[in-house]
């Protein structure tokens, strides 16, 4: 919802800018086809370039790059964070989530790829914990003296002890 809300805004007062007849009403077709993955962009896009098309064709490459502009920073910068935020994951976790739903299922992969994501993160989480001992400090303690176990084996014998051999 919050990403829709931008999306009224950044095209709305972007087709205002650029002098498209009936630019609040773009704002407010973009903001319902935001709510259809993938294709709601594509209309809203395509019905601003035509309706700009009657200003000129000048205007109406401006609104195709106003768009892509628009799209590229929505969809790689904007949009994870706001779908990471309000799922509760990493906003790169939110975007291969869309990515690899949209590769495996389609619509219905892109539609729920976050979402579905943002489920399965705690689940793994508290299997992990669960697995590994469930105090997470006393996990990292606990492979740090295996480290430190492991590097004195590696290092051999104690050198202090070959310094006492040696003294006269």
Do not use: N
């Not at 709305?12 to 002098?19: K, P």
């Not at 669960?130 to 492991?150: C, I, N, P, S, T």
């Amino acid at each position: 919802m919050l990403q829709a809300g931008q999306e009224i805004k950044l095209v709305g007062v972007g087709m205002l800018v650029l002098r498209v007849p009936y630019a609040a009403l773009l704002g407010v077709l973009a903001f319902f086809m935001e709510f259809i993955p993938i294709v709601g962009v594509i209309i809203s896009g395509a019905v601003c370039v035509l309706l700009a098309l009657f200003q000129g064709w000048l205007t109406a490459v401006l609104v195709l790059a106003y768009f892509a502009v628009v799209r590229v920073i929505e969809g790689g910068v904007v949009g994870p964070r706001v779908m990471g935020k309000a799922v509760g994951i990493h906003p790169v976790t939110a975007l291969l989530a869309l990515v690899a739903g949209s590769e495996l299922f389609g619509f219905w992969g892109a539609l729920f790829g976050a979402p579905l994501a943002g489920l399965l993160q705690p689940i793994g989480t508290a299997v992990w914990r669960e697995v590994r001992g469930g105090d997470a400090q006393a996990v990292v303690e606990q492979e740090k003296q295996e480290l430190r176990a492991q590097r004195a084996a590696d290092a051999g014998p104690a050198p202090t002890a070959q310094r006492d051999e040696q003294k006269p």
